[in-house]
């Protein structure tokens, strides 16, 4: 049974930093595409940035693309979405996802199999 647990998630002024991990066990990570994703009260499900399953090719939303940085350990089985310059329209639940299936699997959320439960992020102004 695959687990994804996402951390690090909290309160911060606009223009603040915040670091989001997801870990991940019960299968190899190096198998698994990775993304995050969020979600505002009252809005859908948005993709925020993707990465391949070495890390070699990645990809962002345009709302964060310069902002945000994802990455990944494969040997702490870990990734992380560094969040810079945080804005008041960043506030959202953000969501980590996990596709065994796939190289790459991009922003899409239907092609990621395996979700964690969320991280609240509020960015105050």
């Known amino acids: 049974q695959v687990q994804v647990v996402e951390s690090g998630g909290g309160l911060v002024q606009a223009g603040a930093s915040l670091r989001l991990s997801c870990a991940v066990s019960g299968r190899t990570f190096s198998s698994l595409a990775m993304g995050w994703f969020r979600q505002a009260p009252g809005k859908e499900r948005e993709f925020v940035a993707a990465?391949?399953?070495?890390?070699?090719?990645?990809e962002y939303a345009d709302s964060v693309k310069g902002r945000f940085i994802i990455s990944r350990d494969n040997n702490k089985n870990t990734v992380v979405l560094q969040m810079n310059s945080l804005k008041p329209e960043d506030t959202a639940v953000y969501y980590c996802?996990?596709?065994?299936?796939?190289?790459?699997?991009?922003?899409?959320?239907?092609?990621?199999?395996?979700w964690g439960q969320g991280t609240q992020v509020t960015v105050s102004s």
């Open positions: 990465i391949s399953r070495s890390g070699g090719s990645s």
């Open positions: 996802a996990a596709d065994p299936s796939a190289y790459y699997s991009g922003s899409d959320p239907k092609y990621y199999d395996y």
